[in-house]
């Protein structure tokens, strides 16, 4: 598989403190190591589940549909399956965005977890996520894209994080204690492992030739999380996704 990849910092605006902040240096030049070629032609053939427990390779997320065809896809990690914090995210994502057909064209979203499958019909529920959910309970992937593991809340407030801090913690257990029953309330994924979002644009390396299935990648935006509520705004993710002009 054929790489290139390229990371861009972000500003945000802080809605507790009205002050703006974009990732630091250290984190940029992190975000360059792990998206090095080599450690995305090892990401495209980890396997992750779907909430039937079927399981593929990471690339066939963002793979071409066609031969000589091209696809950008944005992948959020998330955190455990009852972070309150992430459900809130996708839930607002949801709600900016409640229908795959509202992207452009070879276009698409997909959520990746590190929980057990069998949380995910209870995840799509509670967030009401229109799009495809994903996990990686071997949590390879985090790995290899060097994202963090804290549990550190960081001082800047997201624009989609409407609850408290007890009421999120509070609705985490009583989603785990539901799943008493199911043998699945411990498998939600490490309780420290945060995500981010990648933005994967893929086509096929020669698109003459229907017997090469290799793929070129290219990651022109990678945001990992440095805390536990650290993901990219709504705005953000609408504007690289092309539904919105970007922000000054």
């Given at each position: 598989m054929a790489a290139e990849t390229s990371t861009k910092g972000q500003n945000r605006r802080s809605s507790k403190e009205g002050t703006t902040r974009s990732h630091n240096d250290d984190n940029i030049k992190a975000s360059e190591k792990v998206l090095s070629a080599s450690v995305l032609a090892d990401a495209a053939r980890v396997s992750v589940l779907d909430a039937e427990g079927r399981e593929r390779q990471f690339e066939d997320i963002y793979k071409p549909f066609d031969i000589g065809g091209k696809k950008r896809t944005l992948i959020i990690f998330v955190r455990h399956f009852f972070c309150g914090n992430c459900q809130e995210y996708i839930s607002a994502l949801a709600s900016s965005i409640p229908s795959p057909s509202l992207l452009p064209p070879d276009t698409s979203v997909a959520i990746v977890g590190c929980g057990a499958p069998s949380l995910i019909a209870m995840y799509t529920d509670v967030t009401h996520c229109p799009f495809p959910i994903y996990t990686d309970p071997s949590s390879r992937l985090y790995s290899?894209?060097?994202?963090?593991?804290?549990?550190?809340?960081?001082?800047?407030?997201?624009?989609?994080?409407?609850?408290?801090?007890?009421?999120?913690?509070?609705?985490?257990?009583t989603q785990g204690l539901k799943r008493l029953f199911a043998g699945d309330m411990l498998k939600s994924g490490a309780m420290q492992q945060n995500g981010g979002e990648l933005l994967f644009e893929a086509e096929f390396a020669d698109a003459t030739n229907s017997n090469d299935d290799r793929i070129k990648v290219n990651v022109p935006f990678c945001n990992i999380m440095q805390t536990t509520r650290d993901h990219s705004e709504i705005s953000v993710l609408r504007a690289i996704l092309g539904l919105d002009e970007k922000e000054q």
């Open positions: 290899l894209f060097g994202m963090t593991r804290t549990l550190d809340r960081g001082t800047y407030v997201p624009e989609h994080n409407q609850a408290s801090l007890a009421t999120l913690v509070l609705r985490g257990i």
